[in-house]
């Protein structure tokens, strides 16, 4: 995944549909992929652009490109006094945000490019909060009708109507 940040050229960047593509030779699975950028990275990068006087997309401050996305990554986590943040947790975040907002598996399977839907289980987490919402959601939108069927009542049964547990 750093080579394609890396070697990201602005011809493979389209601003005004809102994608790049990264092509094969650099990508993760060595296949040519377009990836859909959001409103707030394509602002960011049409900054970015204006500055910019390399073909390259993330330079250091003399032009030439970026030769480690750790180093980089490194220095503007300490800058926002971040401590036990990795590029790799990013995609832990990404996965579990797209989760919380309702995404289904088969999108974020598909936005983290990965080929298996088991990595979606290992990559997207679920938390407290996101298991209260769901309750939550199912009794505001569900019927107050008890859905188990209802138990015949016996001469020896004490129970007048069906247990739901």
């Known amino acids: ?14 601003l005004e549909p809102g994608y790049l593509t990264v092509e094969g030779a650099y990508s993760k699975n060595h296949e040519t992929v377009t990836i859909p950028l959001s409103g707030k990275v394509i602002t960011a990068l049409k900054e970015l652009k204006k500055a910019s006087r390399s073909e390259y997309v993330f330079v250091n401050r003399s032009g030439q490109p970026i030769g480690s996305v750790r180093t980089a990554f490194t220095t503007a986590c300490r800058r926002a006094n971040l401590s036990r943040v990795s590029p790799h947790v990013l995609r832990h ?73």
Request: aromatic share 4%; net charge positive; hydrophobic share 40%.
């Open 93 to 165: 975040t990404f996965a579990t945000r797209l989760r919380e907002q309702g995404v289904s598996d088969g999108m974020i399977q598909a936005l983290g490019r990965w080929k298996e839907p088991k990595m979606v289980r290992r990559y997207a987490h679920v938390n407290n909060e996101l298991m209260k919402k769901a309750l939550e959601q199912i009794a505001e939108n569900s019927p107050a009708i008890i859905t188990t069927p209802q138990v015949r009542r016996t001469a020896n049964s004490k129970c007048a109507r069906s247990s739901a547990g």
């Open 1 to 14: 995944m750093a080579a394609e940040i890396l070697t990201l050229l602005w011809t493979n960047v389209d």
